[in-house]
């Protein structure tokens, strides 16, 4: 069987005990930097017996069928990436389609996501998302992926390097709009866990200086020019006067909800006003 672990993306405190007991159990493990395994292992105090092979994106189509063949001999072949889900912008992807191509047993150990950590923690709406992954290094090419994204209603999910952030912040403020929300997720679960909520426009400015860290971007989905003339939804406003109870003020619930649904923030606090 192929089993895809997930591992944790800063604190050790997120590996569950599946991950530590398939570490223990395999026959064989296929990390994608075999040094981060092992020092992983060491800090969580587990044995492992197994040969561990490197399995990475240079070498994911030839070690592959490999893995496959090792499965289909009776292996419990554990495969896992430097942080979270493999196949998830990481290795995985192409053994998982490879696995259920070839009938080989497959399952996952769930574990710590960046991509649903980074929506989750962004505030902004989770109903609807896309994971968009790396966007392109070279700038034409990041503008005519994001101009492709432009009407995109769901909220996206992006990675980055944080030595391009602030110019690929720059291209989603002119592209997607100045006034469009958005969050920037840096070191997830660890130490250093910062996150910077507002406008793409405020967060172009928020990155002007040195950043650094694993980063995740966090943009709210499309809504029209007409956004603060349509009719506001009755649950919207009730989520604005539940945290007004709750003892928020009244200007802070609003652009808290606005943000998260989408709205302009004075439109939404005068229909609750007018509600």
Same mark, same amino acid.
């Given at each position: 069987?192929? $089993? ?63 893995? $496959? ?51 989750? +923690? ?114 919207? +406003? ?38």
């Amino acid at each position: 069987m192929i $089993i895809l672990a997930g591992t944790p993306l800063g604190n050790d405190a997120d590996a569950s005990q599946r991950l530590k007991d398939s570490l223990e159990s395999a026959d064989l493990i296929a990390a994608e930097d075999t040094r981060r395994l092992l020092n992983l292992v060491g800090r969580l105090g587990v044995e492992i017996h197994a040969p561990v092979i490197a399995y990475h994106d240079h070498n994911e189509a030839e070690k592959a069928p490999d893995l $496959i063949a090792a499965a289909k001999a009776g292996k419990a072949v554990v495969v896992v990436s430097d942080a979270g889900m493999p196949s998830v912008s990481d290795p995985g992807y192409r053994l998982a389609a490879l696995a259920a191509h070839e009938g080989v047993g497959l399952t996952v150990v769930p574990g710590p996501s960046a991509v649903l950590t980074a929506l989750a +923690i962004s505030g902004l709406a989770s109903d609807r998302f896309s994971f968009e992954g790396f966007l392109a290094r070279k700038s034409g090419e990041r503008q005519q992926a994001l101009s492709k994204l432009a009407r995109d209603e769901h909220t996206m999910i992006f990675f980055e390097s944080p030595r391009r952030l602030h110019e690929t912040l720059k291209d989603m403020s002119a592209i997607f709009g100045a006034d469009r929300p958005a969050a920037v997720a840096r070191e997830l679960t660890k130490v250093y866990e910062e996150v910077a909520r507002g406008s793409l426009a405020e967060l172009v400015e928020w990155s002007a200086g040195e950043i650094k860290g694993e980063i995740s971007i966090v943009v709210g989905g499309y809504r029209d020019d007409c956004a603060g003339q349509r009719e506001i939804a009755p649950e919207v +406003i009730a989520d604005v006067k539940e945290l007004v109870e709750l003892g928020v003020r009244m200007k802070d619930a609003a652009g808290f909800v606005a943000q998260r649904a989408g709205l302009r923030k004075n439109v939404l606090y005068q229909a609750v006003l007018g509600s």
